[in-house]
């Protein structure tokens, strides 16, 4: 049989680069490094689709533009992962104190399905939630987590442990099927009790946007396609205009965002205003607009920041995120800073 996507040596896969594709190859062993390293399927799969100027070949591009390209791709990535990390702690230790205030620290009283919607959002209590956190309470074979810890060491397992071991999927799908009073107490703490959205927007962010971030999460730390994908519920930005001001661009009559923004909370910039809009604190917004900034641009010289300018613009193409999108990020800081 005739495969479709049959084995080729590194030399063959620089041949189909230089010949199908057009990628200028200077230095052939750089190249084989390269291919070596990342592999062919990342290096030009993730981006052929925006940087070609018709439907084989990319617009003259080096292998060393592609191989700093999927570095600061990388660098995203990781910096994506670091903060997913923090924002789904954060919505746990939120759910634990609403969950434990409510209905107390013991598993069979804060897990009762009276206490939670049948069915909510796609989500199905007893299938989604409940037979998903049963299987980490009888487990015995987890020695080092927590939740393990307790069942051995003492009488309850408070929510606040038992969340530590659940996925940050099933987090979100437990909210989804809060009812309206803990729903609104959860909200209440992840928005500061702001009067600028109505409720059914606010759980609507919630759910989508902590949805895209797990998603993009997953795909950084699953070496999948990162910087093309698109979600398939989007944020809406006309309903972030308000709490996040500077990084939603309106109309001139404000009753419609922007194209370019629409199109943009499809794709990674829903994951970079959820998790912006989450941090509860000026400081830790600051400290994520800096270390965006260091994972574009650190380490390099002036000269070489503006390849870094070249290449982070392309990069913005790939994922839809706005062109300027770091003057949005300082103005937004700016207004949060005049308002405290």
Avoid at 9 to 19: A, M, N, S
Avoid at 151 to 175: A, M, T
Avoid at 293 to 311: C, P, R, S, T, W
């Amino acid at each position: 049989m005739e495969y479709d996507k049959p084995f080729k040596t590194y030399d063959e896969q620089i041949k189909i680069l230089r010949d199908k594709y057009g990628v200028l190859i200077n230095d052939y062993d750089f190249a084989k490094n390269v291919l070596i390293s990342i592999s062919y399927n990342d290096l030009i799969g993730g981006f052929k689709n925006i940087l070609k100027k018709d439907s084989n070949s990319v617009n003259e591009i080096t292998i060393e533009y592609l191989y700093e390209l999927h570095l600061l791709d990388k660098s995203i990535q990781a910096f994506i992962l670091k903060y997913s990390l923090f924002v789904e702690n954060l919505f746990k230790n939120v759910m634990a104190y609403v969950i434990a205030s409510s209905f107390g620290v013991d598993v069979n009283k804060y897990l009762d399905a009276n206490n939670y919607q049948v069915y909510s959002a796609g989500t199905s209590f007893k299938e989604n939630v409940y037979s998903e956190i049963l299987l980490i309470l009888i487990d015995k074979k987890r020695e080092y987590q927590p939740t393990q810890y307790y069942v051995e060491k003492y009488n309850h397992i408070p929510p606040w442990i038992l969340f530590k071991n659940i996925s940050f999927g099933d987090s979100i799908n437990l909210y989804n099927v809060l009812k309206k009073e803990q729903k609104e107490m959860v909200i209440n703490i992840l928005f500061n009790n702001s009067n600028t959205m109505t409720y059914d927007q606010k759980v609507e962010i919630i759910r989508n946007g902590l949805t895209n971030i797990r998603i993009f999460r997953n795909l950084a730390a699953h070496n999948l396609s990162f910087a093309e994908f698109r979600v398939k519920k989007s944020i809406q930005p006309k309903q972030l205009y308000q709490v996040l001001p500077g990084l939603i661009y309106m109309t001139e009559d404000l009753t419609q965002p922007l194209n370019i923004d629409k199109k943009a909370c499809k794709g990674l910039y829903s994951a970079v205003l959820i998790i912006l809009l989450l941090l509860n604190t000026n400081e830790l917004k600051s400290l994520f607009v800096t270390d965006f900034m260091n994972a574009v641009f650190h380490g390099y010289n002036d000269e070489a920041d503006k390849q870094k300018i070249e290449l982070f613009t392309d990069y913005c193409k790939l994922t839809a995120m706005p062109k300027n999108l770091f003057e949005r990020l300082h103005k937004y800081l700016k207004v949060q800073n005049n308002i405290l």
